[in-house]
């Protein structure tokens, strides 16, 4: 089992950045990649970005690519995402997840273990 827990979300200004952090505990060294994901109301989840565990290797949505950069510090078990030029449609509760598979990566199908999210709020 691996235990995901997400912090840092908050109320901001469009423009403004915010960092949200995902702290794995538990069986860390069978997680390939990690990946975050957001739900806006009314919405189904979608994939942002993900890295993979080892080599770094990262991958972002159209929608954020270019503003958000996705890091992972591997000796604290966490994965960042630092969230720049945030916009009102940036607005979702956002999810950390972990994978033990090595494709399709941007699906939430294949990512076995979950955070509780935390919420991310733009105005405009």
């Known amino acids: 089992q691996v235990h995901l827990v997400e912090s840092g979300g908050g109320l901001v200004q469009a423009g403004d950045s915010l960092r949200l952090s995902c702290a794995a505990s538990g069986r860390t060294f069978s997680i390939y990649a990690m990946g975050w994901f957001r739900q806006a109301p009314g919405k189904e989840r979608e994939f942002v970005s993900r890295i993979t565990w080892g080599g770094g290797s990262a991958f972002y949505a159209d929608s954020v690519r270019g503003r958000f950069t996705i890091s992972r510090d591997n000796a604290k078990n966490t994965v960042y995402l630092q969230m720049n030029s945030l916009k009102p449609e940036d607005t979702a509760v956002y999810y950390c997840?972990?994978?033990?598979?090595?494709?399709?990566?941007?699906?939430?199908?294949?990512?076995?273990?979950w955070g509780q999210g935390t919420q991310v709020t733009v105005s405009s």
């Open positions: 997840a972990a994978t033990r598979d090595t494709v399709r990566l941007t699906s939430s199908s294949v990512y076995d273990y």
